[in-house]
């Protein structure tokens, strides 16, 4: 028996259908590249014309949560409640869209199964959160901001990372099968809830994703809420689930089995790419002699900076730390609470160090000896000063971070 349904829910229906649309193919989906380019030059005029200054320049950057992301969607919104306006009006003479329900369906699965894939494949190979560096394990914890303090407490531990990669690319592969699409909405709302929650809370800007995702799970769980609510409630049996056919029987068979071809080369392609990713841009241990971090265990400069000079060569403001985490680059931490970004070059072979003050023209010249196997004394002239230094190594495990692992048994709390 056909359904009729009313012009509201035709309005309502062809507004969401509009809307997932939009979003899905331009946010980390198939084309989105090619309908990007379209939304940078429409976005930016939207935003205009309703007032909004200064001018949109900023877009994809690494955050989803941009000035443009926003009236993005609120363009979506107004677009997708105009067509669906103009289409129930046209179109009124139909009973239902319950094929196009079929085929949003199916749209959302793949989309949701798409980014769960992404995420859970990343997490699972260690590339989405990797563990802190020394620069990051020397920083003061109240300097951190909320989202890279949960960077550094997702990639502390590995198995929890991979735990929560795994949680997701199952949902995924869940939802990549009509037959397992509710219990692989159910796992992936509890799931992106979680996520959403962290995104909110240590702000990070992926709120709109992750905020879509949680929705639209919500809704492939809707479809079947008469079912869960007397399976889960009420105690009562549940029929089994009749699917609504979009593809004709003759099709279906050569349909399925290309769909399960593409997608297992897709995923055994994500796999390589991601061993490809992870041996190249996995940390490499770097022997170089002043790569690490340092305490200054002695310092001594003989001379008083000019007044109001912006430098370093307060005799107050002594050096405590020394670090090289990349080639080039170098940083000082001091008694007043400064951090000092230098350009670093050392030459071993004749024992010199050039360094450059971050904002200065002038390269300074030092030399350096090796005192034993952690410590390094610096020395010469420095901005007509005399500086003499001695750096010790500090290593990575004498941290708690590092050290302390796993145990089974605790008989005192160890939450220092």
Partial sequence: MKQNWPFLQKVSFLFLFTYVFLFTFSHQFLFSSYFEMLWQKVIPWFADALGHTPAITTFSNGSGDTTYNYFQILFFAILSFLIAIGVALVDRKRDNYQTLLSWLTVL???????????????????????????????????????????????????????????????????????????????????????????????????????????????????????????????????????????????????????????????????????????????????????HGSYYVEQFDRRSIAAEGEQSIKNNKEKWLAFEQQNKGTASIKTSLGHEYRFSFVPDTLNKKVRLKLN?????????????????????????????????????????????????????YPFNQ
Wanted: glycine share 6%; net charge positive.
């Fill in 108 to 290: 959302i699965r793949y989309y949701i199964a798409y980014q769960m894939l992404a995420y859970g494949v990343a997490k699972m190979f260690g590339m989405q959160f990797s563990f802190p560096s020394e620069q990051r394990l020397s920083t003061e914890l109240g300097d951190y901001s909320p989202m890279g303090l949960l960077w550094t407490f997702m990639g502390f531990s590995k198995s929890y990372s991979v735990f929560t990669g795994i949680l997701e690319f199952v949902s995924g592969i869940l939802l990549l099968s009509r037959y397992t699409t509710t219990l692989g909405a159910l796992t992936t709302f509890g799931v992106m809830l979680n996520v959403m929650m962290m995104n909110y809370c240590y702000d990070v800007p992926v709120k709109i994703l992750s905020t879509h995702l949680v929705l639209l799970s919500q809704f492939l769980i809707s479809l079947d809420a008469p079912r869960l609510l007397k399976f889960f409630f009420t105690n009562q049996k549940t029929e089994a689930l009749h699917f609504a056919e979009v593809i004709p029987a003759k099709y279906r068979k050569g349909v399925s089995i290309v769909k399960w071809i593409l997608i297992f080369g897709a995923i055994s392609f994500s796999f390589v790419k991601m061993f490809q990713y992870k041996k190249e841009y996995k940390p490499k241990k770097d022997n170089a002699l002043f």
């Fill in 359 to 411: 904002g200065k023209f002038e390269m300074q010249e030092l030399d350096y000896e090796r005192i034993d196997s952690s410590r390094i004394h610096l020395y010469g002239i420095y901005e007509a000063d005399s500086l003499d230094v001695v750096l010790k190594k500090r290593a990575s495990n004498d941290r708690n971070l590092v050290k302390r692992g796993f145990h089974w048994i605790n008989e």
